[in-house]
């Protein structure tokens, strides 16, 4: 075994600052709490204090100076294609006002149906109207807190968990077929479905973990391929007998009886249902397991450096396990969402959409922290929503949003290059890295 | 660096060498084939004919026989493994053991197919598996130049799907196949220069980079895809394609000749890089800068090599090469649409990985890989009772059984996907 399967372990190059950054990606909460200042000797006002850390290059201005980064590439896309508006750039030093009027109309129409589609349609006349966005916005955030949770778990083990995708294929693949396989009573049946989903992705999860602990086989390569396989199992499972809805000719299962299916919230036509409550509750279990249980300590020593861990008495094979195993079981009740939920009631071949990529996205937008990542769920959930409106009542294509999410990832992984924009003061770097440099 | 802590078992030591352990795996296939196999086949003549069709010459043989005999060649070659074998027998003895399990599963199929299709067109198959097989090769190439020089490239899909965009945008609109050419090389490079910037000057892990790269290029094309390309189809997505060239005396070769011979510049293109690739990896001056950049970049740093120049400039040209491999979708087959590669960036990477980070491997890895995709198209067209799904699996798990040193240990270039900070 070489030093490379070993992630997150110190370099044997001259280390630099970033790169000891990255080494303490796992214990980014302590050196957060560290750098709090706890014995203020002069201690600055408060309003100072805050206006000095608006402009530093702290998280959140980042995050949110990313976000606008990515709507103004967002915005350029729209006006480079769309004809019209290009047109009137051909004469834009005779006439300069007619080429900024029709961008301006395209893009602001474009983005306030964004917002209107994710938080509030200020045109909204009944309750249901104006319930509508958020519901829209919670339906889309709560898979993706799953599996951005299972991603960020085990970033924090050292572990890249590229994986989510399939484990959430196995997950929704076993929650459905629990769904309409098994006669069980109201409440009962929705358990063992949702546990199936969970039991579907830990399986597809230990795979990697074991392999990874026993032979040193890189994880994200095992887990990129074990996604395609669970994508061909799917679209050979759906068409057997038995799974496939016998009124059907195409590729799609039986529906999940109603007895499986997640309870809705607001009531009927609004479509956000309990499986948010659930993804708030597993946050807050997986912080609990991180930052206050035995294995979560173990878990965030194995990530920061699995040496030192190995000789302070913590068995590295098994953390490795065990992480992919949780990782998987999140990534695999993310899945069981997407047919217990609103969203679909039957398998398809893309019934789970693209929520396991997603999941690294938003793993990677939430700092790896389970807060951070219900956060950065919401706010992928909420460009999703938005975006559905911005292509019906604008006609900017769904595509945009995937283009949105991307570039701010970026942005955000990449803070040098925000800070040098924006010409922002420097911060501590240690709370700006989101990822772990490693090879193979 | 010794880890105590994790059982290795793919080095063995003692009596179950790796020799012996495969010649088991052999051994058990080899027994399937035998007796699965040749009871299912039927006594049906298999025909493997050397055309397009069920014309002209063919390989005949009996179904049932064929079966159990190739079966018996596969445990044959077991047999001899689990024996003591010379070492520089084992690769021959696996080829041998491998090709006559495929042959006595193909007898079984073919002649088990409906009747009147009890034939496999061997040039359909061979061109098929090319066809397949190129963005593959070129994907995997891009793969080779950038790992080589240890930048991780998962962002290939992202590089092959914009090079088959752009090239269909940029031919459509000039109406040349040379600009559409040219355009898809910028494309794909466009993508990989961003993973060069963000993973050498701002030191992103490139895994994370790859991914989100991926993203954004399946964003962007299917955003103009949708804005530009369905409103105004004839404008935007209607590129011209290469046509076929013919070389002659090579292309009356049987077989290979029409299958391979009569291909577009793509197939020879993907050949004669694989060729120069080969060569400048391992007997030029470049090709020894890059591979001890990708191992020892401080070793290399010391000798006065330029690290950081040096991996900027291999990123790109994979990403050019890359495109050009996007490119022989759209600008030979092809109108462009949203996620066109599906995926095949990944199998590209599995090839890559599968071929030990060498050219010449990942070509062979790649023809693999789509045999086995032809196959399952094959196969789907004689209603074989094997799934396609499970042979479409068959590159992945492949992959993962390397990986897992079950198959020989493949190793990355040590200092792959890390970051050099010149210190």
Redesign the interface.
């Known amino acids: 075994m070489t030093d490379n399967l070993q992630p997150g372990s110190p370099d044997k190059e001259p280390a630099s600052e970033e790169q000891a950054a990255q080494v303490t990606l796992g214990n980014t909460e302590q050196a957060e709490a560290a750098t709090t200042p706890t014995a203020p000797h002069k201690r600055p006002t408060l309003g100072r204090l805050f206006l000095e850390n608006l402009w530093a290059a702290n998280t959140f201005t980042v995050t949110l100076l990313s976000l606008v980064l990515a709507m103004v590439v967002g915005a350029v896309l729209m006006i480079i294609s769309d004809p019209k508006v290009l047109a009137t750039y051909a004469y834009i030093t005779a006439r300069p006002s007619d080429a900024i009027n029709a961008s301006w109309t395209l893009v602001s129409e474009a983005y306030a149906n964004l917002f209107k589609g994710s938080v509030f349609d200020p045109g909204a006349t009944t309750l249901t109207a104006a319930l509508s966005p958020i519901s829209e916005t919670l339906t889309y955030t709560a898979p993706l807190v799953f599996t951005g949770l299972s991603v960020a778990l085990a970033f924090r083990g050292g572990l890249f968990n590229i994986g989510a995708q399939g484990q959430a294929i196995m997950g929704v693949v076993l929650a459905a077929l629990a769904g309409f396989l098994l006669p069980l009573p109201y409440g009962l049946h929705l358990l063992v479905a949702v546990l199936a989903g969970a039991l579907g992705g830990a399986v597809w999860g230990f795979i990697p973990g074991i392999l990874k602990a026993r032979t040193g086989a890189h994880e994200v390569i095992n887990t990129i391929m074990l996604n395609y396989i669970a994508v061909y199992f799917l679209t050979w499972l759906i068409v057997q007998n038995g799974v496939q809805d016998p009124n059907r000719t195409d590729a799609i299962s039986r529906p999940v009886d109603a007895s499986a299916q997640l309870p809705r919230l607001f009531g009927e036509p609004l479509r956000a249902h309990a499986g948010i409550l659930l993804a708030v509750l597993v946050t807050w279990a997986v912080a609990w397991l991180l930052n206050r249980s035995t294995l979560g300590f173990e878990l965030r020593a194995v990530g920061a450096n699995p040496d030192a861990a190995r000789t302070a008495g913590i068995s590295v094979t098994r953390t490795y396990v065990l992480v992919m195993v949780f990782a998987g079981a999140l990534a695999g009740l993310g899945g069981s969402q997407m047919v217990l939920g609103t969203t679909a009631a039957a398998l398809t071949p893309l019934v789970i959409a693209q929520i396991g990529f997603d999941g690294i996205l938003v793993a990677l937008l939430g700092r790896v922290k389970p807060w951070g990542v219900a956060m950065a769920a919401l706010l992928f959930g909420a460009l999703q929503a938005g975006g559905n409106r911005m292509q019906s009542y604008s006609g900017i294509s769904l595509e945009l949003v995937t283009v949105l999410q991307a570039l701010i990832v970026i942005f955000i992984a990449a803070p040098a290059l925000v800070k040098a924009i924006f010409q922002l003061r420097a911060a501590r770097a240690a709370r700006l890295q989101t990822s772990l440099a490693k090879g193979w | 660096?010794?880890?105590?802590?994790?059982?290795?078992?793919?080095v063995d030591e003692g009596y179950w060498t790796r020799t012996r352990k495969v010649g088991l795996v052999l051994l058990a296939l080899g027994l399937l084939a035998t007796v699965l196999f040749g009871a299912l086949a039927t006594g049906e003549q298999a025909r493997f004919t050397l055309s397009e069709d069920a014309a002209g010459a063919a390989l005949e043989i009996n179904g049932t026989v064929g079966a159990i005999l190739f079966g018996l060649i596969t445990l044959a070659a077991g047999a001899a493994m689990l024996a003591r074998l010379p070492k520089r027998w084992f690769i021959p003895m696996l080829a041998v053991g491998l090709v006559a399990f495929v042959l006595s599963f193909l007898c079984w199929q073919v002649s088990a197919a409906p009747t009147g299709q009890n034939f496999m067109p061997l040039v359909n198959i061979v061109r098929g598996t090319f066809l397949l097989a190129l963005p593959l090769i070129f994907g995997s190439l891009a793969g080779v130049l950038c790992e080589r020089s240890g930048v991780?490239n998962?962002a290939i899909e992202g590089q092959l799907l914009m090079g088959a965009f752009s090239g269909a945008l940029f031919g459509s609109i000039s109406g040349s196949v040379w600009v559409g050419l040219v355009a898809a090389a910028i494309g794909g490079s466009f993508i990989s220069l961003?993973l060069a910037v963000?993973s050498i000057k701002?030191?992103?892990?490139?895994?994370?980079?790859g991914?989100?790269?991926n993203?954004?290029a399946?964003?962007?094309t299917?955003?103009?895809?949708?804005?530009?390309m369905q409103t105004d189809a004839a404008r935007y997505n209607s590129a011209p394609r290469f046509s076929n060239w013919e070389i002659p005396l090579l292309s009356d070769i049987p077989v290979l000749g029409p299958a391979l011979f009569r291909g577009n510049i793509f197939l020879y293109l993907a050949l004669l890089l694989v060729l120069v690739t080969h060569i400048a990896l391992f007997r030029t001056r470049w090709g020894l800068r890059t591979r001890s950049v990708g191992e020892h970049p401080?070793a290399a740093d010391t000798l006065g090599v330029k690290v950081l120049g040096l991996r900027y400039r291999n990123v790109i040209l994979a990403g050019a090469i890359a495109g050009i491999g996007g490119a022989s979708y759209t600008l030979a087959l092809f109108s462009f649409t949203?996620n066109m590669i599906g995926?095949k960036g990944?199998?590209a990477?599995?090839a890559l990985?599968f071929g030990r980070w060498s050219p010449t491997g990942a070509l062979l890895a790649a023809l693999f890989f789509g045999f086995a995709d032809q196959l399952a198209t094959y196969l789907g067209a004689i209603n074989s009772v094997i799934?396609g799904?499970?042979l479409?699996?068959l590159p992945?798990?492949a992959?993962?059984l390397a990986?897992?040193?079950l198959v020989g240990r493949v190793?990355?270039p040590?200092?792959?996907?890390?970051?050099?900070?010149k210190?």
Not at chain 2, 202 to 209: K, P
Not at chain 2, 222 to 228: A, I, M, N, P, T
Request: without cysteine; proline residues 4%.
């Open positions: 660096m010794a880890v105590p802590d994790v059982a290795v078992a793919a991780v998962v961003l963000f701002y030191l992103v892990d490139q895994v994370v980079m991914i989100v790269l993203l954004l399946l964003g962007i299917g955003f103009l895809y949708e804005r530009l401080t949203k995926g990944f199998i990477l599995a990985i799934p799904q499970f479409a699996m992945y798990l992959t993962i990986v897992a040193g190793r990355a040590a200092a792959d996907g890390k970051p050099y900070i210190g």
